[in-house]
């Protein structure tokens, strides 16, 4: 031990750098920055410990996980759809109560709404070009929230489980009714044959009157808007008719739109706008239209039956009054 102190002098006086000395307990050198380490192991079962944060003494690997909330991972819980009403209200928002949990990272209500929408469209441009087999019932709703809102929500095609408003006493359908209410509208279209039997002239009438009952409905907790007006686009074209969209007035800021104002007065029974708003933007069909619409029919009934089972929840009579299968509807988006 003397000696190669002696040493360590001689070394230090000619200049040179002493050779760092390895502590006994750290046997392992690192090899480019001369630090000693050895790896922690549980006493218990010999596996290596997750490697701890100095700054705060947590687990890196934790920390990893909680940077991205709401990130694409689905949820393993659904805190919405147990507790009570105000459970399952707060089951939806993340921690600042007023962001919807998402999938998307957004953690502000602007943030969540620009990142929805870009999505959201580019969905729809894939159910324009492809479609969705049709069924006019909550089922097909459904579809199609499901195919527009997958990557933004876990709840996609999902009926809410909360009551819902659009202004101080516009309060939506309860939650007991969501069904029923869709069953009279699947019940109509199937005696109607999708609006086919009907005089051309009553057409942009009914289709008032649908999209009334299924806005009145609003069975999601966000994006029936957009779910009930491709609907009702594939209902109009069952029947030979287009909707123009682009004939809706739109609404300035602190002013409702016409579609807005329409479907608040229906709410409270006056369908008199919205049937003018539908007189307005529904037209019919050319002749290359007709004969593209009885192709995308018999391609629709050649298909083979859905093998989608009904609601474990929804009560028997909704099951019998689903659109008869010999009368399917053609595509959604198409």
């Known amino acids: 031990m003397r000696q190669d102190r002696e040493e360590e002098h001689a070394d230090q006086r000619r200049g040179a750098r002493p050779a760092r000395r390895r502590c006994p307990a750290h046997p392992t050198q690192h090899p480019a920055r001369g630090r000693t380490h050895q790896r922690r192991r549980s006493r218990d079962s010999g596996q290596v410990r997750p490697r701890r944060d100095?700054?705060?003494?947590?687990?890196?690997?934790?920390?990893?996980?909680r940077q991205r909330p709401g990130r694409s991972q689905p949820?393993?819980?659904?805190?919405?759809?147990?507790?009570?009403?105000?459970?399952?209200?707060?089951?939806?928002l993340l921690a600042d109560g007023r962001t919807l949990r998402n999938r998307v990272g957004a953690t502000t209500p602007e943030m969540l709404r620009e990142r929805e929408d870009r999505r959201v469209e580019a969905?729809?441009?894939?159910?324009?070009?492809?479609?969705?087999?049709a069924t006019y019932d909550l089922a097909g709703l459904r579809a199609i929230h499901r195919h527009l809102?997958?990557?933004?929500?876990?709840?996609a095609g999902d009926v809410r489980t909360v009551s819902i408003r659009k202004s101080r006493d516009g309060w939506f359908a309860p939650l007991d009714r969501i069904e029923d209410a869709m069953d009279a509208v699947a019940t109509y279209l199937r005696d109607t044959d999708n609006l086919r039997t009907l005089d051309p002239s009553a057409v942009p009438g009914a289709l008032a009157s649908v999209y009334d009952v299924v806005n009145q409905t609003h069975p999601f907790r966000e994006g029936n808007g957009r779910v009930q007006?491709?609907?009702?686009t594939a209902l109009a074209r069952e029947s030979g008719h287009r909707l123009d969209w682009t004939r809706v007035t739109l609404g300035r800021p602190g002013y409702e739109s016409e579609n807005d104002q329409a479907s608040r007065l229906?709410?409270?029974g006056d369908r008199g706008p919205l049937r003018a708003m539908f007189a307005r933007i529904t037209t019919k069909a050319g002749a290359i239209d007709d004969h593209v619409n009885d192709a995308l029919r018999l391609v629709a009934a050649s298909r083979p039956p859905s093998t989608a089972r009904p609601s474990a929840t929804a009560p028997?009579?909704?099951?019998?009054?689903?659109?008869?299968?010999?009368?399917?509807g053609r595509d959604y988006g198409r």
């Not at 819980?77 to 939806?92: F, T, V």
């Not at 007006?229 to 009702?232: A, Q, Y």
């Not at 028997?316 to 399917?328: E, I, K, S």
Request: glycine letters at 8%; a neutral charge.
């Open 54 to 65: 100095r700054r705060r003494g947590t687990d890196a690997t934790d920390d990893r996980a």
């Open 75 to 92: 949820l393993t819980e659904r805190p919405w759809e147990s507790g009570d009403e105000q459970a399952r209200w707060d089951g939806y």
């Open 123 to 133: 969905r729809a441009l894939t159910l324009r070009e492809h479609g969705l087999p």
């Open 149 to 155: 809102f997958q990557d933004v929500y876990d709840w």
């Open 229 to 232: 007006r491709e609907f009702i």
């Open 266 to 268: 229906a709410r409270t």
């Open 316 to 328: 028997a009579v909704a099951r019998v009054n689903r659109p008869a299968p010999g009368a399917p």
